[in-house]
């Protein structure tokens, strides 16, 4: 397993995080995922050469594109979505 950093935009809470780690959690070959609010940081563990394309993509349809891609208003809009939707998530747990 290679352990890998994305550092992204629009990381704003913990509904955030559980997002994050919900959706990353459903791609084959994610073994290890941690999301560091403060620094806006996500280290995936991932086995396969391909993962981390994957990841990348992933993230950017939620609405969290890595650091050096384009924060569009379509990202900020999903990611406000995705936030929700992890707050709901822990809630109901």
């Known amino acids: 397993m290679e352990v890998k950093e994305i550092k992204v935009f629009n990381l704003k809470c913990g509904g955030c995080v559980n997002s994050v780690k919900k959706g990353l959690s459903t791609i084959d070959g994610v073994d290890k995922i ?3 609010l403060d620094t806006s940081i996500i280290s995936v563990g991932i086995s396969g050469e391909n993962i981390i394309s994957l990841v ?18 379509i990202h900020k809009a999903k990611s406000m979505v995705s936030c929700s939707m992890g707050k709901f998530g822990s809630d109901a747990q």
């Open 56 to 73: 990348k993509e992933k993230l950017s349809l939620m609405g969290y594109p890595e650091e050096n891609e384009k924060n569009s208003l």
């Open 34 to 36: 941690e999301v560091d």
